[in-house]
């Protein structure tokens, strides 16, 4: 069965930098896209950045300025480097997968989730 584990969180004080891991396993099939979200508490799940099985991402606004995802597809693992963080980027970090993705920063469309790594700026 399809499992994601992420991995990198952690606490930083603001302007640091983390980089998050998403090891994938247990397809067929490789994703067509997977994607980084995160959760603030009691706040809505938020897409951060996705990334194609061709190498092409996109990111939600000005995140790009700061993050970058990225994959070692050999390995099947997901990257966000997140830079400068800032208090506003705290919270649970979730990286998912799918198939097949009509917008891919709803979180509805991904089939897999892995269980979260927690980011804290302050």
């Known amino acids: 069965h399809v499992q994601l584990v992420e991995s990198g969180g952690g606490s930083v004080q603001p302007g640091g930098s983390l980089r998050l891991s998403c090891v994938a396993s247990?397809?067929?099939?490789?994703?067509?896209?997977m994607a980084w979200f995160r959760q603030a508490p009691g706040k809505e799940r938020q897409a951060v950045a996705q990334?194609?099985?061709?190498?092409?991402?996109s990111y939600v606004g000005s995140l790009k300025d700061r993050f970058t995802i990225s994959k070692d597809s050999d390995k099947e693992i997901l990257y966000l480097q997140m830079n400068n963080l800032k208090p506003g980027d705290s919270g649970m970090y979730y990286c998912a997968a799918a198939w097949s993705v009509d917008d891919w920063a709803r979180p509805n469309e991904y089939s897999y989730w892995g269980q979260g790594t927690q980011v804290t700026v302050s």
């Open positions: 990334i194609n099985t061709d190498g092409s991402s």
């Open positions: 247990g397809y067929r099939t490789r994703p067509s896209c």
